[in-house]
């Protein structure tokens, strides 16, 4: 079987490729690299994919890519490619959420509409939700995005079910929360308290720290992907959570103990965008994907430190060897 992965040099993406090559799928990794995060931190998750002779990368946009002949010799697509990012989306930035949100996953499908594949999964976001009343969030609790980079993947996954109901085009789309654990954005939370707890600088904490999330260790993630694509029912959306919900504050004395280091706070102001709660209901995922959550929060942690204090150290022996200073 071969499948393309869109966003492949990304956090999920990546993952998600090492994944299905040793289940023995050959996979086509395409990512344009933008430079939202450090590129190197993308080639590096794509080194150990590209020692695998059936990974097939391409450093391309989805929005120029002549499409045609890689959707005629896959069978799946997963498509993780997007702009991301809550609080970046605002202001003239709203341009690449655009252009790597909406128009290239338009493209994408306006391709894929007469081809004969088995299925795409389109990873949205929990982001879709915004100040939605309902906790735990369902598949048919109100939208209420109150981030660009929300409507933008609210966007997508419409694009998807209009192309599903009008040309029958095998989409299932699943909404992720908040996904951590080794290889995570160095934009999003975990990787940056972790960081910054090895730099010994502070942690800044939007708003009093009340703020309440459902976390996804990314095994979990690319377990419902799989399933999605194997097993979804067609035109079907999806919430993937963690099946726990945690307060942002609470969870400091356990990085404390992670790390046997001080956890420095610093509190600075609620960012514009940012959903006060998430908490997803995943009774539909576990009857139709047979999806459970299988990692402890504080297992995924552990392994998310690991990662973090490994990826600064030899970067920082790296720059020491060749008199790179920063």
């Known amino acids: 079987m071969k499948v393309l992965v869109t966003g492949a040099a990304g956090f999920i993406g990546s993952r998600l490729s090492r994944r299905l090559l040793d289940e023995g799928v ?19 998750n794509l080194a150990p994919l590209l020692t695998d002779r059936r990974f097939k990368f391409i450093e391309a946009d989805l929005n120029t890519l002549p499409l045609g002949r890689i959707l005629s010799s896959v069978e799946a697509v997963y498509h993780l490619a997007a702009q991301a990012g809550v609080r970046a989306s605002w202001g003239k930035s709203f341009a690449s959420y655009l252009h790597h949100n909406i128009a290239a996953t338009q493209r994408l499908l306006e391709a894929a509409k007469d081809r004969p594949l088995r299925k795409i999964v389109y990873a949205s976001s929990s982001s879709v939700y915004g100040l939605t009343p309902d906790l735990p969030m369902t598949e048919t609790s109100p939208l209420l995005p109150i981030s660009p980079y929300g409507v933008t993947k609210l966007a997508a996954e419409q694009l998807g079910f209009l192309y599903h109901k009008n040309f029958g085009l095998p989409v299932v789309s699943l909404r992720f929360f908040t996904v951590y654990g080794p290889g995570q954005r160095p934009d ?49 959306i999806y919430n993937i959570g963690g099946g726990h919900r945690e307060q942002l504050s609470s969870l400091f004395s356990c990085f404390g103990e992670i790390t046997g280091r001080p956890v420095k706070t610093r509190r600075v102001e609620r960012q514009k965008g940012d959903a006060p709660h998430t908490f997803a209901s995943i009774t539909k995922a576990r009857r139709d994907l047979d999806y459970t959550p299988r990692t402890a929060l504080r297992d995924g942690l552990e392994r998310e430190w690991a990662y973090v204090r490994n990826l600064y150290e030899k970067r920082r022996r790296s720059a020491g060897s060749q008199g790179i200073h920063s």
Not at 26 to 44: A, H, N, S
Not at 195 to 212: C, H, M, N, S, Y
Request: glycine share 8%.
């Open 26 to 44: 050959d996979v086509w990794g395409v990512d344009c690299l933008t430079d939202y995060y450090p590129r190197w931190i993308k080639r590096r």
């Open 188 to 236: 999003m939370a975990f990787h940056k308290f972790f960081k910054a707890i090895l730099e010994g600088r502070e942690i800044p904490v939007f708003g009093d720290g009340t703020q309440t999330r459902d976390f996804t260790y990314i095994d979990d993630i690319t377990s419902a992907l799989v399933s999605a694509e194997r097993n979804g029912p067609a035109g079907e």
